[in-house]
């Protein structure tokens, strides 16, 4: 069956939006030959550097015929309306038929549509279709009404054979191509996708970017074989070149020997970042004296001048390197410290330098939590962001908290300090490692907490998908480092300390904007706060609400460990669980409980008991939450339910305390059958106004019991 297939030629597409681009230039086209009603068997697109393209199989020749049915009015219907059903479907009052239905005798038109043919359908679609790619970047021209992401040059569509009679940006679509820019620039004409991808081979140009991929990484690992060396492994680099070639040809290079004191990670970010270099590793996993490269070019000398070239480059920038590591050497980072009062974190919060004073403060209080010394937690939370003034940095921005370490071990810092200044802003992504060190733990979580807290409290929070401060990331960082760790922290007593840090931090930016005074940046510290007197624990509405931001993050961080949401929900809800770990220990018994047969037929009761407790409060205006009267109650089975209430209520009450959760399932789980046989034997709305009020009182303890372990209303299901 007939194919077609499409190409765009530009200037070279960046490599980071290559993938996405070829994605929607299927899902464009495929999309709308559907709609044409034009099937066909599969389609594969492809993207290189310079050009986009797509090859559909198994197109028919034209579209189906298609019949129309459509009713009309009346046919006792104004002859105005009768003429206007004539004109919108296009037939005579000869070409219409009328019908008898069950609502009267109407009108009806029997529409037939021939297919048109594919090729003419092709050319109507593609240049709407093409200029609808979504490019994160495009650039304008004063001539031309479309936006692209670099210049065009060419536009290949061919349709069984054949040119498509069409165009677009001022393109005429054509049946040929152009080879490699520089080995084989000359054109190409084509009637087939096999040829097409034949030619363009020969031509010097790989189409498919996994096969690019693939001879990048098999030529790479064997010229390190050859030296005696291993690739170091980085998969975004690896797709990255082969974005940037169409006809990848692998190179090794040299490092100059001075250059190799350089910290590892100034020489990896220098070649990865700059220069797309892959790093070699030697037989003890050390950094190694090389790199390899890759050229989109093939030389006469095998890639000598090349080589040269990139080596010249390299060293020019590792000397800059040098000289950045050599003078941010000759000041410690404690003479840095100062100097982040003059770089602003937020133009509410403050600079960079208060930031790290509160982040002191929040660290030596975290400290016993995490199994750190506070004396050390506050060092290493001092000295943090000092390096953001280095000249390193500034280059680097990837390596702040690195090159930390570095200058700390360097002035003679403790290990255990130079650590947590590299580690403290991790983790930044769901695959980043987890501190582990108590210190490195200490200062990460408090570097986090405080932008969460000063973030609510100046309401900068995150809302729908716009998160500018990447706070939901700051919130998965700290449930992490909290998890991981099996830290004990009660979270809300620490964000209402943070805010009181903060809202210090609030008062002097409008005071030192007032002109009034100037502004400390010594804004006390967690402990210091807690030891205030009359200081109590009576929480900031900021602090409810990030617990509610938490309890939404954890249920995505443990999403795909298949925990249900409605269990976190329910276990957040109960008064006062802020300790993650105490708090998922809850979510695990209350899961296991409600795949029992008592937990699930308990929570079908308590639905019923809830609802029906909820609409009788509604329909006589009261609360029924009041103790019931043991004295009222005449049945043997509203007697037996409320002795098992207390049972239940003590039982659980000390297994919480005890933190036996488990425990205290089994404690509520032994209601399951006095509130069956409640149920089944007792009226609660009886016509006795006192017993009828009684009982509602009861069935509202069913619910205070629950309440104890989670809040039953928040879990789905339980409906019969």
Known sequence: ???????????????????????????????????????????????TPRRLALVVDGLPDKQPDVTEERKGPRVDAPEKAVQGFLKSVGLTMDQVEKRETEKGNFYFAVIEKKGQATKEVLANLLPVLIPQIPWPKSMRWSDKPFRWVRPLHNILAIFNGRALEAGFFGLQFRMTTFGHRFLDPGPLTVKSFAEYEARLRKAKVVLDPAERRATILAEAEKLARTAKLTLKPDAGLLDENAGLV????????????????????????????????????????????????????????????????????????????????????KRTLESRVPDLAGRIFHARLGSMAGKAERIAGLA????????????????????????????????????????????????????????????HYAPVGPNDACPTAPVSVAVALADKIDSLVGFFAIDE????????????????????????????????????????????????????KAGKEKGSHAVGDLRAIRARPGWKKKYDSAVFDLLDFFADRLKVHLREKGVRHDLISAVFAVDGEDDLVRLLARVEALGAFLKSDDGENLLVAYKRAANIVRIEEKRDGKTYANEFKPDLLVADEERNLAAYLDDATSGAREALAQEDFTGAMSSIARLRRPVDDFFDHVTVNCEEAKLRENRLRLLSRIDATLDQVADFSRIEGGER
């Open 246 to 329: 169409e006809w990848p040809v692998v190179l090794m290079g040299r490092i100059d020997a001075a250059f190799m004191d350089l910290p590892a990670e100034v020489l990896t970010t220098s070649m990865r970042h700059h220069q797309k270099y892959f790093a070699l590793l030697d037989e003890d996993g050390n950094l190694a004296p090389r790199f390899i490269f890759v050229a989109n070019t093939e030389t006469r000398d095998k890639g000598k001048a090349i080589v040269a070239g990139n080596e010249r480059v390299l060293k020019a920038r590792l000397a800059d390197a040098k000289f950045f590591w050599d003078q941010d050497r």
């Open 1 to 47: 069956m007939p194919e077609l297939l499409l190409e765009v030629l530009s200037e070279e597409i960046p490599a980071r939006m290559q993938a996405r681009a070829a994605q929607d230039l299927k899902r464009l086209v495929c999309d709308g030959l559907k709609k044409a009603g034009l099937a066909f068997d599969k389609a594969e697109a492809f993207v």
């Open 364 to 423: 030596r209080g975290l400290a016993g939590y995490a199994g750190a010394e506070p004396a050390l937690a506050g060092r290493a939370a001092r000295l943090c962001k000092a390096d953001l003034s280095t000249a390193m940095v500034g280059e680097f921005p990837e390596l702040q908290g690195t090159m930390g370490r570095y200058y700390a071990l360097n002035d003679g810092e403790k290990a255990d300090v130079a650590d947590a200044i590299a580690g």
């Open 461 to 512: 929070r995150p809302t729908g998908s716009k998160d500018p401060f990447a706070l939901r990331r700051s919130a998965l960082g700290v449930i992490r480092l909290i998890l991981e760790n099996s830290l004990r922290i009660p979270l809300a007593d620490i964000f209402e300390c943070a805010i009181e840090l903060n809202r210090g931090a609030i008062h002097q930016v409008a005071v030192a």
